[in-house]
């Protein structure tokens, strides 16, 4: 079994197991340093009858790979935020700006190609306390459906250990990895002195790579369950259970290369503690193609995604979709600079008391990486 198979499916696994985790390391050279930073800015609007004009983020991200030995590599990243909610009569824009939390990861390869260990850290870095005008800004921002830089601005401390096996079984590499994340409380409302402790989560992941002609195959089955949320030292809410599952197909066509994917994540109902009511379910399915093409140095990698939301307590039912074009172009200045610009377009919709809500967003990024 080659070794750079197994480990993309560590590395796979490492990504999955660990909640907020932040990209492998990947091709950073042992003794290296990668430095990451840019800008990303995403804007959405809505058609008459969601309450919502636009709803608008920029963000400057930070962070730093380091892959120190052979076996160690570590990496940190957090991000300068800021978004903003537009209501549909045109007045009273809300916007909440800040930090968010800072993530720190330790990657041990306990036996090299085969078994890794990793202690992550969320450090409290993030805006909490939030005023009402804050909460209704940053509360747009969380959606499956629509993509945003930034969804949460802060969480709390808390502390993520994880372990992932690959080991070959017939041509594939096989991989399973779990990881416990320990959560501590935070203050989230400005207004309410008391403290919010999400529960902790246990998270599961197989996942299988194998070499298909030219190209690679990579599946993976990801399950999380969570302990109850508390606020003001009082059980209030138990999370549904979390399933996702993903299958991706590279390959090369002439001098292109292709990639088609596709991921669903369904969330089970929670219920609420106070009054035991049920919430709803969720499901998003998402199925893509993206290219990488080569221009002299530089790589060309256009996509094509499209996602579909659907909710419901009892029986589910469609809540939206989107159809989202990018590109991404990455220029190399330097042997240790390079420069990735992406644009993108949205178009789609959101179901909101039974009326289709037309939808329509672009965004905008700047990455730079710089090797030392």
């Given amino acids: 079994m080659n070794a ?11 990504a999955a197991a660990l909640p907020g985790a932040l990209r492998a390391q990947g091709d950073v050279p042992v003794g290296s340093v990668r430095f990451l930073s840019g800008l990303e800015a995403r804007s959405v609007s809505f058609k008459a009858g969601l309450g919502i004009k636009s709803a608008t983020e920029f963000a400057v991200p930070i962070g730093a790979l380091w892959t120190a030995t052979p076996r160690w590599a570590f990496d940190f990243g957090v991000r300068y935020a800021s978004a903003s909610r537009t209501p549909e009569a045109g007045t009273g ?22 078994v890794v260990v990793t202690l992550s850290a969320n450090l409290p870095t993030g ?11 940053a509360g747009v921002m969380a959606s499956d459906l629509i ?9 709390g401390a808390n502390v993520t250990t994880g372990v992932a096996v690959a080991v ?13 994340r320990m959560t501590s409380g935070y203050t989230p409302l400005a207004a309410v002195d008391s403290s919010y402790k999400p529960g902790g989560e246990l998270r599961l992941r197989m996942g299988a790579d194998r070499v298909l002609g030219q190209g690679r195959v990579s599946l993976g089955f990801t399950f999380s369950t969570f302990a109850e949320d508390a606020f003001g030292g009082a059980s209030i809410y138990r999370p549904g259970k979390r399933y ?20 669903d994540l369904y969330r089970s109902g929670g219920t609420v503690l106070v009054g035991g ?14 290219a990488s093409v080569q221009v002299g140095r530089n790589v060309l990698r256009p996509q094509l995604e499209y996602r579909i939301q659907s909710a419901g307590v009892s029986t589910m039912v469609a809540a939206g979709h989107l159809l989202s074009l990018s590109a991404r172009y990455q220029l190399p200045l330097t042997e240790r600079l390079a420069l990735q610009p992406a644009l993108r377009f949205d178009t789609g919709n959101q179901i909101y008391n039974g009326a289709t809500i037309g939808l329509t967003g672009w965004g905008l990024s700047v990455g730079l990486r710089a090797s030392m």
């Fill in 93 to 114: 824009k809300t916007t909440v700006s800040g930090l968010t939390d800072t993530q720190v990861r330790a990657v041990y390869q306990l036996v090299p190609d085969m």
């Fill in 244 to 263: 996702i599952t993903q299958g991706s197909w590279s390959f090369p066509v002439g001098n292109l290369g292709l990639s088609l994917y596709a991921w």
């Fill in 127 to 137: 805006k909490t306390k939030l005023t009402s005008d804050e909460l209704v800004a």
């Fill in 277 to 290: 009511s049920t919430t709803e379910k969720q499901n998003v399915l998402t199925v893509g193609a993206a």
């Fill in 147 to 155: 993509p945003f830089p930034v969804a949460s601005f802060g969480a």
């Fill in 168 to 180: 070959p079984v017939a041509g594939w590499a096989v991989g399973l990895g779990g990881s416990y």
């Fill in 4 to 14: 750079a198979l197994r480990n993309a499916a560590l590395a796979t696994l490492v």
